[in-house]
C-alpha cells in the first residue's frame, strides 16, 4: 500500500478509534388506536451522551428511535405495518430512587398502506409526533405511557391521520 492511501486509512481509523461511545436500550409497547384497533410496537433506542440546562431539578436529553409496528386492522380492513425513525427529547427529573421524565418528539414513519384501521392516510409517508411521561427504574429500564399521532402534514388528500396510546417498556441491553 502506498503512503496515499495508508494515510487516508489511519485517519479513518483514528477518528473511528474517537467515536463517543452510546448505550442502547430495547423499546416495547402495547397500545391502541383511537379507533380501538391494537398496535403493537418494538425498536432500539440510542441514548444521546449529552445533557443540557443541568440543574437539581434535572437535565434534558435524549435518543434516537427507530421501531417497527403493526397495527391490527380490527374488523374493518387488514392489519398494517410502519417503520419510523425519530429524535426524541427527555427531560430528566433529579430523584433518589425512581426518576420521572417527559418525552416529546417529532419523526417520519413509512406505511405498508395509505388505509390504517378506518382512516384513510393519503400517501404512505407519515410524520411521527410522540409525547409521553414515564419513570427509569431502578435497573435503569424505562416505563411509561405514551401519545403518538401520524399524520402527512396535508403532502395529499385524504390525510386522516392515525393515534395511537400505548404502554411502554425500554431494557438497557
Do not use: C
Not at 427509569?136 to 396510546?165: C, F, M, V, W
Amino acid at each position: 500500500m502506498n503512503n496515499k492511501r495508508l494515510l487516508p486509512a489511519l485517519g479513518l481509523m483514528l477518528s473511528l478509534t474517537s467515536l463517543p461511545t452510546f448505550s442502547a436500550e430495547l423499546a416495547l409497547s402495547a397500545g391502541s388506536t383511537g379507533q380501538g384497533d391494537a398496535t403493537l410496537r418494538a425498536g432500539l433506542l440510542s441514548t444521546w451522551n449529552k445533557q443540557w440546562w443541568v440543574s437539581d431539578t434535572g437535565h434534558l436529553g435524549g435518543y434516537w428511535d427507530a421501531g417497527y409496528t403493526y397495527w391490527d386492522g380490527g374488523s374493518r380492513s387488514s392489519a398494517a405495518h410502519s417503520v419510523s425513525f425519530m429524535p426524541v427529547f427527555t427531560y430528566n427529573f433529579t430523584s433518589a430512587r425512581w426518576q420521572p421524565f417527559i418525552e416529546g418528539g417529532i419523526g417520519v414513519a413509512a406505511f405498508s398502506k395509505t388505509r390504517v384501521s378506518s382512516r384513510k392516510l393519503g400517501v404512505a409517508f407519515s410524520f411521527e409526533d410522540r409525547l409521553g411521561l414515564g419513570v427509569t427504574l431502578p435497573n435503569a429500564g424505562k416505563l411509561g405511557i405514551r401519545a403518538q399521532h401520524y399524520s402527512n402534514a396535508r403532502i395529499k388528500k385524504p390525510n386522516d391521520g392515525i393515534e395511537s396510546y400505548s404502554v411502554f417498556y425500554h431494557h438497557p441491553l
